[in-house]
């Protein structure tokens, strides 16, 4: 079974400040973590993913996460903040099982103020 | 790359009718598709997953008799909306997967608004 928990529904931070967004996972087996973002009205984009190897993963938009074992965290922060980086951003685990099915957390909206 | 549409991206219909919902992969073969479904301001709930060329399996609670999904293709899915009413009103996305070359990520669709009156 897998869980995922993202800490804080609303997180507001002022334009060029540090973005932190905080996911903690639960999984029986090795996971697979993703971060999406998702605009009013659309789909999810991928941020960016880890699957195996390095710890710290880059993604798009100047965002990136790091993975810790020993914490089953999977934080996402973006140096500084833009306005257009206000959405909502979702934490998301698979496992490496045939159904590969994706375990979402409930969301942080982000606000950035100018 | 790694493309996926959904059309309509919405749809008014009257209690009673059905609906189809259209997901594509536009530039890779999805071995897999899932459909979504998200309420306001929450996160999303599956409610499928549809192999090319096989029954879908439904998750608990979802009628598979109102939610019929249909994955005739490495780059078609559907999902149609049977008998609808507006409690079936919401948001859904559907997402593709090619577990042999995207290392096991699922791309999003843009979403489709059904809203039953």
């Known amino acids: 079974a897998q869980s995922v928990t993202q800490l804080g529904s609303h997180v507001s931070v002022s334009e060029g400040a540090l973005v932190l967004l905080r996911c903690n996972y639960s999984s029986s087996v090795p996971p697979y973590l993703f971060w999406y973002v998702q605009y009013p009205n659309q789909g999810l984009q991928l941020l960016l993913k880890y699957t195996t190897g390095a710890t710290l993963v880059k993604g798009i938009n100047g965002f990136e996460a790091g993975f810790k074992k020993s914490e089953a965290s999977f934080h996402l922060t973006k140096p500084s903040a833009h306005m257009s980086d206000a959405a909502e951003y979702f934490c998301?685990?698979?496992?490496?099982?045939?159904?590969?099915?994706?375990?979402f957390g409930s969301g942080t909206q982000l606000t950035v103020l100018p | 790359g790694a493309v996926v549409s959904q059309h309509p991206s919405r749809v008014i219909c009257k209690s009673g009718t059905s609906v189809k919902i259209e997901c594509r992969s536009l530039?890779?073969?999805?071995?897999?598709m899932f459909w979504y479904r998200q309420f306001p301001k929450k996160s999303l709930m599956l409610m499928a997953t549809?192999?090319?060329?096989?029954?879908?399996?439904?998750e608990q609670g979802v009628e598979k008799d109102k939610f019929l999904i249909n994955h005739a293709s490495l780059t078609l899915s559907t999902l149609t909306v049977t008998s609808a009413h507006p409690e079936d009103s919401s948001f859904y996305i559907c997402s593709a997967s090619s577990f042999r070359t995207t290392q096991e990520t699922q791309y999003f669709g843009p979403g489709t608004r059904l809203l039953v009156l």
């Open positions: 998301a685990v698979s496992g490496s099982g045939s159904a590969r099915q994706l375990t």
């Open positions: 530039d890779f073969q999805a071995t897999t």
């Open positions: 549809s192999n090319e060329g096989s029954k879908a399996t439904y």
